[in-house]
């Protein structure tokens, strides 16, 4: 097994290190290899992402990525030249986010039910396309247009790997995503599409919902949801959302897959490079964790992703979470059980 | 006073019934014109908006929006053609929508804090300005857009009313939502807009959230918003969140203003027309009545505009949750708190 990470900012050094070490534990052999890309590259380079160092992630069966973005980078440059950018030329189309609110996690709402979704977020296109522009830029006649571009093909591979993932759960139960009463083109083709693929899933119930109505009943009443599909601005918004009524972004784990396999996918959590903490050896490794698991399910180990979830869904259960400890602490914690999962399991 | 009312489908007319009790209360000279749109027009005779309706409607001091939408109609068509269209025409730029907790009110958040915020959610550009297209329909090399359209006109004067709010208030604090690390074009101007107009309102405080974490924090900490200033779509999904926080967008009131007071305004409550739940009777029309105090304070009837919130207030904190009545014995409490304060007030 052939590893590319990127370690990344903030406190993506440090949740890589607690992952890296419980990736030992299932894969000891996992060749890894480093790669210095971000904010420290950027100031001292003026590189993103030089096309050498993407040449050399593509030889790689997987990417495990810390997080991307520094406040003393202006905004946008390192989300669209490097983490974007890795997405789009490695074709990561299906941004795959579960949220489950693990037993002993503490969620924000009064009265949580059972949670345990799976996001399918279209990964390489809508208004992430990165096309648009400045008209009269600094004058009082400035135009600024951001235009969101879905195709059939971009549209379809999407929502047929969302239905086989509901075929493959036990609710078989999808819901679309989209705001379709007022985005009625791009609306109109990705309800065609999953009322299309809908007919070769007979098995799988479909459902629809507006963006916004979702996010409602995100809050009120987050078990209705299995499956969901949506396109890529949309699925950054509910996952966010899923990931707070979960217990937290400190959770969430996500993938960002090309499930052609033509080019390898990346996983990495969701929290971000979380600036305010980074330093300080307190960030909670096991969204990290949870991405190393998602890579190895990508990756064909379903025993050795099983053994972390079940560590993780271990410690969670048992953990103090008023003080779960040190970064360092937690990831030895998660590598002890995994290790002694092996012992016993 | 001359008042269009558009009571519209589902429950739209049923709320409206009620909200209009409690204007006679305290305006009971208003001249009321009703306009009859929405399905049952569209399906009797293809018509949407009528221009010679649309210049009727034009003579009035405000409209008051029962709600528009009905499942017999495919989607977006009475959306785009009468609700948006109203809101484009009329040129309701600043889309006001309060979001507070009432005392009594139960939050689905576990340990929910003061909720006391106004979004300013542009009305009438961005996603929604109805620009993009199909080219290659049904066919495997269908693509469809989306323009985002932006300008300095119209986020400058949004930008300049939620600081004029944000001023007038007491905790004078602002947030800017956007996506400005990915919509770089639209995230530059509405940032370089928020930034200008800062520097003519000192006394405000600025913060700027990412969509995504707006959405996290909204259920996490929304204690912490006080104004918030934000394009169409991510005022749209933001409102209805935040109506959900707060107890439900049952009691969510909006207005879509010209704050030129060149065209007419319109008030609406946020809930929709709610079809699964219409024609019972047992719509909650608070967000209606509430949604005729934003009425009243925009036409400068402040007292008025108080006397009815206080009368919700009052009802919130004082009625049986489990069953707080029929849509018209809400109506007829409100009222008669209403008509009570006069006298004692
Ligand atoms: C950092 C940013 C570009 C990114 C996104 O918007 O996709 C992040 O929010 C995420 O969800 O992974
Ligand atoms: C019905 C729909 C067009 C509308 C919108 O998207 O603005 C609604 O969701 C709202 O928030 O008023």
Redesign the pocket.
Known sequence: MRLAVIPGDGIGPEVIAEALKVLGEVVPAAEITRYDLGAARWHATGELLPESVLGELRQHDAILLGA??DPSVPSGIL??GL??RL?FELDHHV?LRPARLYPGVRSPLADPPEIDMVVVREGTEGP?AGNGGLLRKDTPHEIATEVSLNTSFGVERVVRDAFARAANRQRRHLTLVHKTNVLTHAGSLWSRVVEEVSLQHPDVTVAYQHVDAATIHMVTDPGRYDVIVTD?LFG?IL??LAAAVTGGIGLAA?GNMDVTRRNPSMF?P?H?SAPDIAGQGIADPTAAVLSVALLLDHLGEHESARRIEASVAFDLATRDHQSPGATYAIGDRLAALVSSNVRTG
Do not use: A, Q
């Open positions: 991307v973005g989300e669209r983490l974007l997405r941004n992430y890529n950054d996952t966010d996500s990495e969701v971000g």
